[in-house]
């Protein structure tokens, strides 16, 4: 039960913030209202009333400090609360989306030129005027943990949490930043392997055939979507026509 109030506060904390903000709002609108009707000698003989009113109260004592409160808040400053990332679907009330202006990019579409209207940063294409768009890739490490966001998010990780590049999520003996830099390592070799493929200038559907693969399959390995082997690296290797040494130690 404890979970799930966490797991609620995480994922709507922009509407409880503004629910919040409006309730306190409304109390000041109120107070201001009800004070209207007072003149400045009566609000300030009311106010001496009330004083007075407490100074006579019995005083009880100061209540014994809650030592469990205090552990809470200890904890809670080495490993503060993460907020959840904004769902980019389900947007967000007070994060709102990343946007740029529409440009039109791809010179050779005579068909659809750049609107110049604010859309989505990832969108290939305007959504309001068609034209194709320069998609740029940035990496972001919200905990600043080497991990970027995207890669954590499409292993089970928590962007916001530094802590979880050390673990071993699925106990395969290698941390997750180990396992990262490997990913990263393939991807630097699909990189290379791309580079040759336009240099010789040859299509992924002809890249393919070489290797007895379907064009998809060049496609996600070239864009990272398909973890590659080293088999399958010698493989495309070979068959682009390049040689390498393999060296141990």
């Known amino acids: ?32 209202f009800s004070s ?24 009880k004592g100061v209540d014994a400090v809650d030592l469990k409160v205090l552990a809470k808040a200890a904890g809670q400053l080495k490993a503060p609360p993460a907020l959840r990332e904004v769902d980019a679907k389900k947007k967000s009330f007070l994060a709102s989306e990343r946007r740029v202006f529409c440009q039109n990019g791809d010179e050779t579409d005579k068909k659809n030129k750049g609107c110049g209207k ?4 990832d969108a290939e294409r305007c959504p309001l005027c068609g034209a194709k768009q320069h998609v740029v890739k940035v990496e972001v490490d919200s905990d600043n943990d080497g991990l970027p966001n995207d890669w954590e998010k499409k292993y089970g990780l928590n962007p916001n949490d530094p802590a979880d590049a050390d673990l071993d999520k699925d106990g395969d003996g290698f941390t997750n930043r180990e396992e990262f830099e490997a990913k990263a390592q393939a991807w630097y070799y699909a990189e290379i392997l791309r580079d040759e493929r336009k240099r010789q200038k040859l299509t992924q ?7 007895g693969k379907k064009r ?12 590659m082997q080293l088999s399958t690296f010698m493989l495309i290797a070979n068959a ?10």
């Open 1 to 32: 039960m404890v979970a799930s109030k966490e797991n609620f506060l995480k994922a709507h904390w922009d509407w409880l913030v503004a629910i919040a903000g409006l309730a306190a709002l409304c109390l000041a609108g109120f107070y201001l």
């Open 36 to 59: 209207l009707g007072q003149s400045p000698e009566d609000a300030a003989a009311a106010c001496s009333s009330w004083m007075d009113s407490e100074l006579k109260k019995p005083h």
């Open 118 to 121: 604010p859309i989505h940063a």
């Open 205 to 211: 559907q002809q890249l393919g055939e070489r290797i």
């Open 216 to 227: 998809e399959y060049i496609s996600s390995l070239e864009h990272g979507q398909t973890d």
């Open 240 to 249: 682009l026509g390049l040689r390498f040494s393999l060296v141990v130690g």
